[in-house]
């Protein structure tokens, strides 16, 4: 499969804390995005790096990416309990028009 | 709110039959690709089009197969269903200049395939 694999599957704060989610991949990219799904419907985007950047503030978001070890990771500061949703990392593969979804990260924020 | 619609929301067919789901852009966007997400899983690009030709697919069999029209909807169509078929299906457009690699997403077409 060419899917980004993501880690971890699941994750459960308290509100308040921060998030930390990975995504891995394996094949060249031009970009990489996070997008948030809230209860298994439209995805919503939230940032991207481009393949020459290492790193990315929008908000409370931080993403990093390592096109050496082909990884990323999206940091979600001071959590609130709207955060809770699926977080996918998209890949743009190089010379391709195809967009490479991870298998995501079910983020659990409690009040 | 992404200016992005799909219609219908949701759809109940049968092993066999033949469905089309249909997609609007957002204004102002050329570019339209369509996405299959079954259950726990993330979404699966199926095919891209840009100005009504298709510019990239996924691993989809032919009976997956779309239009683009002079507007920039789209739709998708699908033979001879199958039980693996029902999924979360989602279009997306991007824009023609400016950030053309984000995506804007519609609420998705819940298939079932019974």
């Known amino acids: 499969s060419q899917q980004g694999e993501e880690d971890p599957q699941a994750l459960s704060i308290q509100e308040g804390e921060n998030a930390t989610m990975n995504c891995s991949y394996k094949t060249s990219i031009n970009n990489l995005q996070w997008y948030r799904q809230n209860s298994g419907r439209g995805l919503v985007h939230l940032i991207l790096i481009r393949s020459n950047e290492r790193e990315k503030h929008s908000g409370r978001l931080r993403v990093t990416l390592d096109t050496s070890k082909k990884s990323s990771s999206l940091l979600i500061t001071a959590s609130r309990a709207a955060d809770t949703a699926s977080y996918f990392c998209v890949l743009k593969a190089k010379g391709t028009y195809k967009y490479i979804f991870g298998t995501g990260t079910r983020l659990k924020v409690l009040a | 709110e992404t200016g992005v619609t799909q219609s219908p929301t949701h759809l109940i067919k049968t092993r066999g039959q033949q469905v089309t789901l249909r997609c609007s852009s957002q204004s102002g966007h050329n570019t339209v690709s369509w996405y299959q997400q079954a259950l726990g899983q993330g979404p699966q690009f199926i095919f891209q089009?840009?100005?009504?030709?298709?510019?990239g697919r996924g691993n989809f069999p032919p009976r997956f197969s779309g239009l683009q029209f002079p507007n920039y909807s789209s739709e998708l169509n699908v033979n001879a269903l199958e039980l693996d078929d029902s999924a979360l299906y989602l279009c997306?457009?991007?824009?023609?200049?400016?950030?053309?690699?984000?995506?804007?997403f519609g609420s998705g077409t819940q298939l079932s395939v019974l």
């Open positions: 089009y840009y100005r009504e030709e298709e510019n």
């Open positions: 997306a457009s991007s824009a023609a200049t400016g950030e053309v690699e984000k995506l804007f």
